[in-house]
């Protein structure tokens, strides 16, 4: 009764887990993803992760935009995204002064590749 107790608890664990589909591979990524990528390496990568998912600093970004929400529990689209970046949040710096609105934009073509 107990290893069935047991199976019957691990398989409902398995079933809650979500396996995220795996980041677009770096040759195929656009020349906008790739500007992205390079900004995300400059601004964003002493912080987070982007191709595992473990956290740094700040929470990995490894499938972002593949969950309904945010890290913070906002939901997850540019328009939030966007607000993070620009003004920060908790820990995490205000880039807004530091990016242009096309870096900006390269960075969330980037992140929705993860």
Do not use: W
């Amino acid at each position: 009764m107990t290893r069935f107790v047991s199976f019957l608890a691990f398989s409902i664990f398995l079933t809650g887990c979500k396996h995220l589909p795996p980041p677009k591979p770096i040759e195929q990524l656009t020349p906008q993803e790739h500007a992205g990528r390079a900004v995300f390496n400059e601004n964003c990568a002493r912080c987070h992760n982007d191709r595992i998912d473990k956290p740094l600093h700040g929470p990995s970004l490894l499938g972002l935009y593949k969950q309904p929400y945010l890290p913070s529990g906002a939901p997850a689209n540019d328009e939030r995204v966007t607000h993070t970046i620009q003004h920060g949040r908790n820990m995490m710096p205000a880039l807004g002064d530091r990016l242009s609105p096309e870096e900006t934009a390269d960075l969330l073509a980037y992140l929705h590749t993860l």
